[in-house]
């Protein structure tokens, strides 16, 4: 679960670029529409882990995979993201794979040119210290690279404070009327159940 | 050994081109996150994540798209022209409790009255 609720909304300077880059330039995206925008992108997010952990019950599995992603989205009628998310996907193995691949071929490439050389024994200890460094490296990457991404949420989010402070009225009124609406029926639901109380008693 | 010092050397490089070229736009941690508070969920792929991130994004896009090509004033985009398309199009139903058509107070209160 999420410790604050701010935690659960999407960077607004990334949804205003996204939605930016899909209209004709010059167009201008009003502030309450990109809220909107932010908002159901964050709804998205709930509906398409919803349906696809479905499947993923389905198949009684626990973690879920990228079948039920696709699945899900299939589901929630936006089979037109399928394609470019197959693509995507490629991409994404393709970086995973990437840096194993290559240390791998590196690695390759050194042993035969050792075996060349006709130094087998020094090349076995070589290369299992080879191993044990690169793990190392690896994890380090890992903790490394999140710690990036949050700083950069950090960076966003402060920005956006900024850009809130100026449009702080605008905003607040429009709180105010719908929580004004909301005041006035529950009280008149109130009333309601007084009235009936009285008249049973 | 020349290879080695080479091969730490693009790994910097790689990392800075990585934060310019970055697959996605928007930050897996916080979708994380969002998929967390999500109570029945147990464990997160990392291709689903970055598969719903992705979609996430072409969500957006693809909800600012339609909103534009269907509305009048082709200079702006607003609220209005969201809500319309969330009532138009089936696909965008989920979205009716979060961004729904906005009517007057005024109207709404005629229609009340009207209903009973």
């Given at each position: 679960m999420a410790e604050r609720p701010?935690?659960?909304?999407?960077?607004?300077?990334?949804?205003?670029?996204?939605?930016?880059?899909?209209?004709?330039?010059g167009v201008s995206v009003s502030k309450?529409?990109?809220?909107?925008?932010?908002?159901?992108?964050?709804?998205?997010?709930?509906?398409?882990?919803?349906?696809?952990?479905?499947?993923?019950?389905?198949?009684k599995r626990k973690t879920l995979n990228a079948a039920d992603v696709f699945a899900a989205m299939k589901d929630m009628e936006f089979e037109e993201f399928i394609e470019p998310l197959e693509k995507s996907l490629q991409e994404f193995r393709h970086e995973q794979k990437g840096k194993k691949e290559a240390s791998e071929k590196r690695k390759q490439n050194r042993s035969d040119a050792e075996k060349a050389e006709g130094e087998d024994s020094e090349q076995n200890i070589s290369s299992e210290m080879e191993d044990s460094r690169e793990d190392a490296e690896d994890e380090e990457d890992v903790e490394g690279e999140e710690g990036e991404d949050e700083d950069i949420d950090e960076d966003i989010d402060d920005e956006d404070d900024d850009e809130e402070d100026i449009d702080d009225e605008e905003d607040g009124e429009d709180v105010e009327e719908i929580e004004d609406d909301g005041e006035e029926n529950v009280g008149q639901v109130e009333d309601v159940d007084d009235d009936d109380v009285q008249e049973v008693e | 050994m020349p290879m080695k010092s080479g091969f730490s050397h693009n790994r910097g490089l790689e990392k800075m081109a990585d934060?310019?070229?970055?697959?996605?736009?928007?930050?897996v941690a916080r979708i994380r996150t969002i998929m967390k508070s999500s109570p029945d969920i147990t464990v997160i792929g990392q291709e689903s994540l970055f598969l719903i991130t992705k979609a996430t994004e072409l969500f957006v896009q693809h909800i600012a798209q339609e909103s534009h090509s269907r509305s009048q004033n082709k200079n702006s985009l607003v609220y209005g022209n969201?809500?319309?398309?969330?009532?138009?199009?089936?696909?965008?139903?989920?979205?009716?409790?979060?961004?729904?058509?906005?009517?007057?107070?005024r109207d709404y209160l005629q229609s009340l009255e009207n209903n009973s």
């Open positions: 701010e935690d659960l909304n999407l960077p607004h300077s990334v949804i205003t670029r996204i939605m930016k880059e899909a209209v004709p330039e309450e529409a990109r809220n909107a925008v932010s908002k159901a992108a964050s709804v998205f997010v709930l509906y398409a882990t919803s349906c696809a952990n479905n499947y993923a019950l389905k198949g | 934060k310019s070229t970055k697959l996605t736009l928007l930050p969201l809500a319309q398309v969330v009532d138009d199009d089936i696909a965008f139903q989920f979205l009716a409790d979060v961004l729904p058509k906005k009517v007057l107070a």
